[in-house]
């Protein structure tokens, strides 16, 4: 009996911790993607600032575990400022920009690491909680930041319609920049977590469709801090019920398919995300002026 | 009796009256002249009215004086201060006291009215700039409160206010930054007359505590109700300005209109005889139809188009024009009622269009010419030529076909272009259509609208944006065709146009269609009067 | 007039700039991490070329001046063309229809994995020959990979018309869902099932199916040829029938296409099952040719590398096979550079990654020629036919 408890309270915590660690970088990436969506540029560029914000988090933290963050955020803020200036100085399609934005991630660090780091990539660590509780903190202070100060009412006011923020006062290109700079910077901190406080090595492409996932909960969330977390756990439940059901080997089959199969578990996020587009996100939940080009009247 | 009028500010008036001075103003956009030299003064205190047609260039000019566009030329003036280079954006007009209540989409929907309403001015407490929401409702409320405006919860989304709570909002956001020239785009065009009665009512109150208002609109009776001074434009230039009480309807009505040839009377035209009044081509039957937001648009509307004739539909903009119009062509689903055209082989059953698509209607012999000729009717980066076979694609007659003929296609396509006299430089059918102007942009629609060979014609707006040549060449092309037996359905907001072409009328009022007239019937005031809520009129050939 | 000059021929010299700066850029790159960036290049441009120093020596090499052509490796180049010519067409031809399909990786990966299950029909016990016409069988398997695709690409083209889901998201999700369940089939019931193995694979395709080397050793085979006749027929498709006329007035006017009674809803499913049907073909052409069965990976980044092919390509057939030619060579080289040189190959991936960014910026210049306003209160999202595209679409 009470062997049975302690396996089943065991059961619990591993999952739970795993899904803490599933979610921690998606929170944070998803947080970014609502601040530049919020403010009408689509950001699939999410998953390059994970992956870039991962490999310069290891690179600077191999001595210092802070100078590895501070690296991470830095690396993250310049391409949320690139995204920012390509789609709204340049007027180039978001999602090109993004795709750019990953593909040169993708490339700039697979090869510094053979470059410099043939033999693998070691860093410092630092404590999980610390990422945890900036997940934990950062819905509710983007909550806030949207909610209650002038630059989350100009940030919403853009992403709605520029043009009518413009007409009000509002100066549309500093909002917009300083929106998917701090997107970057959150998603860069997503990455961070993956080298920083997760693994403690960099590997090729280790941010793994996490930016892509981030976004979808954000899409799921329908654009709002507190649902996009709780999205984003959804997925982080969904990792870490798969690792626990190949830990313990556990196998469920209906009409000759596996599943609890890790791969067919995968796939769970983007269904889920895909059904909600289809059906309970509905026409009106983004953000009005998304992805559309600014037409700057003056 | 009428103060100077054109060109050159008046020397001889005390400097400091005027607040804001406009002179020589020139703005032009790609093959459009918007302003030509266009000079306005306005009186501190006034209630300065600024009219003229459609495409007179009255948005223009407000839009210059509130930054957003930046004039060609000349200089502004306001407060005796030059601000001809530091008005740049709507920011520095803001800053200079001058607040602007805009027709359309002005307010965010998705935002709060408080949101909206400090948006870009908002007050906050703290260095991490922190709304202070308490304070922005406090002014509002207090503000509100002067102007007798109740009835608006200011933590209710935007979208969910009517069309004049939106106003009112917006004039309150105007004064929340103490704006003391309050600008006004056609504020009565989506009004109803009670509304925009108290709508002036509420601007005279704030012209009497001290406010300057400056409204442009086309309709003269709110002129003469209300403007103590009025600027006449015309065709992007300044036709006079007169202090109200001196002048009259008429007076002004000829300075906005000019003469123009043919207007008001009659002309020659379709002889009656031609049409057929027995046999419909289109039927409307009692026809809801409900806008993109779900509202009813149209309700009700019954009318019966006859082969060779015109029959006009005028209204304010916003009266259901646009949604029955595309639920002909079969752009938008009709809710009740049934629209049905006649068989084109002279069987007995008029044929049901409710639920047939867009192709299916061109080919039972509807045409249609859209109101956005940049969106609707032609694609900007297609040559001449393939925008002239768009909707006939399939067509082995027009080149079309599985697999098109490119000779073919261009062979027609260049007649077409001597035929319609459609200009474009030393190029044929190849050139591409955006580098086209507006005028001969519009002849390959019309073209490939009547070379259709259509029996029923909806052409909405068909002359909107063009000069007078481009748009006697459209009024004669529908003249003639009209003639051979075409039955056109002519949308317009331009009521001399409607007035001018129509054999018969038919009046929208709020969705509905107030009244049909005919020819001999009908006149600029009798229009008016429908087009407003005035009492419904039966009439037509039926 | 130096301004009228280059209007007049920025087709061609946009992507000429773009890849300029994007091999400056990766040069800076190579310079600040202490390499020689012009001996990289020289050497990528002999993996990419075949161009080798030296006097010809051995099997496939051909004596040029003091040269000489390593056939192989000039092989191994268009081989890796291949896959790019069919993926940037099949990118190209979304995007006439204004769609942004970034699910050519996905649609790829289907279209291998139906290649290698019709593959394996014919094939009994361990050996790999084949009991069906080649032909027969190499057609077959083309139409099955091809089949797959078009499905993977119909479900966002139709979810786009339906539901307006924007579908760049939807493609993004079906990647993924592709990649998983191709996974669990190849592990699955359809692993290959081969004494001894334990790799993610389906059993190995029927020789009968398979595409041979034109040089020995390397991946050319029919897949080339099979390549350019597909963009024939697609560059045919879409300038000379009316279904290309569609799909482009859908792509430059969705609302003035619906408004002259063009099917939107129809073209915009139609041009997804197309660009999904290429992309299959794609995959199938892989497996056909180089793997002969399902392994992972076949796909490589080709869906994605696709989307920088068509943009460089600026949408036409002729600019889609130059950017298939300079992508494909790229990489090929890019890998002799790193035997070679020690610079690593991904270079390729930062010169690519570069060219985008800046190709990208054409939009910059069409975007400012169309911007004459008309007034957006004419826009209407609630019209039948055009509704599908005025949701949100991402520029």
Redesign the interface.
């Known amino acids: 009996m009470g062997s049975l408890a302690n396996i089943q309270s065991f059961w619990l915590i591993a999952i739970l911790v795993a899904t803490l660690n599933g979610a921690v970088p998606l929170v944070l990436a998803a947080m970014g993607g609502i601040l530049s969506e919020r403010s009408g540029i689509?950001n699939?560029a999410l998953e390059g600032m994970i992956l870039t914000g991962a490999f310069f988090g290891a690179w600077c933290g191999q001595s210092s575990a802070a100078v590895g963050l501070v690296a991470a955020i830095a690396s993250g803020a310049v391409l949320g400022l690139l995204h920012a200036l390509?789609t709204q100085k340049?007027?180039?399609?978001?999602?090109?920009?993004g795709?750019?934005?990953n593909?040169?991630a993708?490339?700039?660090t697979?090869?510094?690491s053979?470059?410099?780091f043939p033999g693998g990539l070691e860093c410092k660590a630092i404590r999980p909680i610390f990422f945890l509780t900036a997940a934990a903190v950062l819905p509710v202070a983007v909550v806030l930041l949207l909610k209650?100060?002038?630059?989350g009412?100009?940030l919403?006011?853009t992403g709605?319609?520029p043009?009518?923020?413009?007409?009000?006062?509002?100066?549309v290109l500093p909002v917009r920049v300083a929106a998917v700079t701090l997107s970057g910077i959150f998603a860069a901190l997503g990455g961070a977590y993956l080298t920083l406080g997760e693994e403690h090595t960099f590997s090729r492409d280790m941010s793994a469709?996490k930016g892509?996932i981030a976004?979808?909960a954000v899409?799921f969330g329908k654009w709002n801090p507190p649902g996009a977390a709780v999205a984003a756990l959804l997925f982080g439940l969904f990792y870490a019920v798969q690792s626990q059901m190949q830990i313990h080997n556990l196998n469920l089959h209906i009409g000759?398919v596996?599943l609890t199969?890790p791969?067919?578990l995968?796939?769970l996020p983007?269904?889920v995300?895909?059904i909600a587009?289809?059906s309970v996100v509905g026409?009106s939940a983004?953000?009005?002026a998304?992805?559309?080009?600014d037409?700057d009247?003056? | 009796m009428p103060v100077p009028s054109n060109n050159q500010g008046k020397p001889d008036q005390p400097v400091s009256s005027d607040i804001v001075r406009m002179t020589g103003i020139t703005k032009t956009f790609p093959g459009i002249l918007a302003n030509d030299r266009v000079n306005l003064n306005v009186q501190t205190g006034a209630f300065h009215a600024v009219i003229g047609e459609n495409g007179a260039g009255k948005s223009t000019l407000l839009n210059v004086l509130y930054g957003r566009y930046s004039a060609d030329s000349g200089r502004v003036l306001v407060h005796d201060v030059d601000v001809t280079h530091t008005l740049r954006s709507p920011i520095d007009a803001i800053h200079i006291g001058i607040g602007l209540v805009s027709q359309h989409y002005a307010l965010i929907p998705a935002l709060s009215v408080i949101e909206n309403i400090m948006l870009g001015s908002e007050p906050v407490k703290g260095s991490l700039g922190l709304l202070n929401r308490r304070n922005a409702i406090e002014r509002v409320t207090e503000l509100a409160q002067q102007l007798g405006i109740t009835g608006i919860d200011f933590n209710d989304p935007a979208g969910q206010l009517t069309v004049a709570e939106q106003q009112k909002v917006e004039i309150i956001k105007a004064l929340f930054r103490n704006a003391q020239i309050l600008l006004l785009d056609e504020p009565t065009a989506t009004l109803a007359p009670k509304e925009a009665d108290m709508l002036f009512a509420l601007l005279k109150d704030l012209q009497a505590r001290g406010a300057t208002v400056l409204f442009i609109t086309h309709k003269l009776r709110e002129v003469m109700q209300y403007s103590t001074h009025v600027t006449v434009l015309r065709t992007g230039r300044n036709a006079g300005d007169f202090i109200t009480s001196e002048t009259n309807a008429d007076v002004l009505l000829e300075r906005m209109i000019g003469r123009r040839e043919g207007a008001a009377t009659s002309k020659p035209s379709s002889s009656p005889a031609l049409v057929d009044v027995t046999r419909p081509v289109l039927s409307i039957d009692d026809v809801t139809i409900h806008n993109a937001r779900g509202a009813q648009a149209v309700s009700g509307a019954s009318l019966e188009v006859f082969p060779g004739e015109i029959v006009g539909i005028a209204g304010v903009d916003g009266s259901g024009q646009r949604e029955l119009s595309q639920a002909i062509v079969g752009l938008r689903s009709v809710s009740a009622g049934s629209l049905a055209i006649s068989p084109s082989d002279g069987a007995s059953k008029p044929i049901s269009l409710n639920s047939l698509s867009v192709r299916q209607r061109q080919r039972l012999g509807i045409s249609y010419i859209p109101e956005d000729r940049h969106h609707a009717a032609m694609i900007m980066e297609f040559s001449v030529a393939e925008n002239y076979i768009l909707g006939h694609e399939d067509d082995k007659d027009w080149g079309g076909g599985a697999i098109q003929s490119l000779s073919k296609i261009t062979e027609i396509a260049n007649r077409i272009v001597k035929n319609y006299d459609v200009r474009m430089g030393a190029r044929d059918s190849s050139a591409i259509a955006g580098d086209l102007s507006g005028g001969n942009q519009q002849k390959v629609v019309v073209a490939r609208a009547l070379e259709s060979k259509p029996r029923l014609l909806v052409a909405c707006q068909p002359t909107r944006g063009l000069d007078t040549g481009a748009a006697t060449f459209v009024y004669d092309r529908l003249r003639v065709a009209t003639s051979h037996g075409l039955a056109v359905l002519l949308f317009s907001l331009d009521l001399d146009e409607v007035l001018e072409l129509s054999d018969r009328i038919a009046v929208m009022y709020n969705g509905q269609i107030a009244g049909i007239l005919t020819r001999q019937e009908a006149n600029a005031d009798r229009v008016g009067e429908l087009m407003t809520g005035g009492q419904p009129v039966l009439g037509g050939p039926n | 007039m130096i301004r009228d000059w280059i209007a007049r021929r920025w087709n061609v010299l946009r992507p000429l700039a773009g890849i300029l700066s994007g091999l400056i850029v990766a040069a800076c790159v190579m310079r600040l991490t202490g390499f020689q960036p012009l001996a990289a290049y020289a050497a990528l441009w002999s993996g990419a070329s075949g161009l080798e120093y030296g006097a010809a020596s051995g099997e496939g090499q051909i004596a040029l001046g003091s040269g000489h052509l390593n056939t192989f490796l000039l092989a191994q180049s268009l081989s890796a063309v291949t896959p790019l010519i069919f993926t940037g067409l099949a990118v190209a031809v979304g995007l006439r229809a204004g769609l942004f399909n970034v699910g050519a990786q996905g649609q790829m990966t289907m279209g291998a994995l139906a290649a290698a299950a019709v593959g394996v029909i014919g094939r009994t016990g361990l050996s790999d020959a084949g009991t069906l016409n080649p032909a027969l069988h190499v057609g077959l398997v083309l139409v099955a990979g091809a089949a797959a695709g078009a499905i993977w690409g119909i479900v966002p083209g139709i979810l786009k018309a339906a539901r307006g889901v924007h579908e760049v998201i939807s493609t993004i999700m079906l990647n993924f869902i592709a990649l998983d369940a191709v996974q669990y089939l190849v592990t699955h019931s359809l692993k290959d099932d081969a004494p001894g193995n334990q790799a993610a694979q389906s059993p190995i395709m029927a020789s009968t199916s398979w595409l041979w080397p034109y040089v020995n050793g390397s991946n050319l085979t029919a897949g080339l040829p099979i390549a350019l006749a597909l963009l024939l027929i697609v560059s045919f498709m879409i300038k000379r029938t009316s279904l290309g006329y569609q799909i482009r007035a859908v792509g430059l006017g969705a609302d003035a296409a619906g408004a002259n009674g063009v099917p939107v809803a129809r073209v915009l499913v139609t041009s997804m099952a197309i660009s999904g049907a290429i992309s299959g073909i794609a995959g199938a052409v892989q497996v056909m040719g180089i793997h002969h069965r399902y392994v992972a990976g076949v796909a490589g980044s080709f869906g994605f590398d696709g989307i920088a092919v068509a943009l460089l390509g600026n949408l036409s057939g002729i600019g889609v096979l130059l950017g298939a030619v300079f992508f494909g060579a790229l990489a090929s080289g890019a890998l002799y550079m790193q035997t070679n040189t020690n610079v690593p190959a991904p270079v390729s991936e930062i010169v690519q990654a570069a060219v985008i960014i800046f190709t990208g910026a054409k939009y910059t210049i069409a975007a400012r020629t169309k911007n004459i306003t008309t007034a957006k209160d004419d826009q209407d999202p609630g019209i039948v036919e055009g509704r599908t595209l005025a949701e949100g679409a991402a520029g």
């Open positions: 689509v699939i390509l340049l007027r180039m399609n978001h999602v090109v920009s795709l750019g934005i593909m040169l993708a490339g700039v697979r090869y510094l053979l470059v410099y209650r100060t002038r630059f009412l100009r919403r006011a709605e319609n043009e009518s923020a413009r007409m009000a006062g509002v100066r469709g892509y976004l979808a899409i000759g596996e199969n791969a067919l995968d796939t983007y269904f995300t895909l587009l289809v026409k983004p953000p009005a998304l992805g559309q080009e037409t009247a003056s």
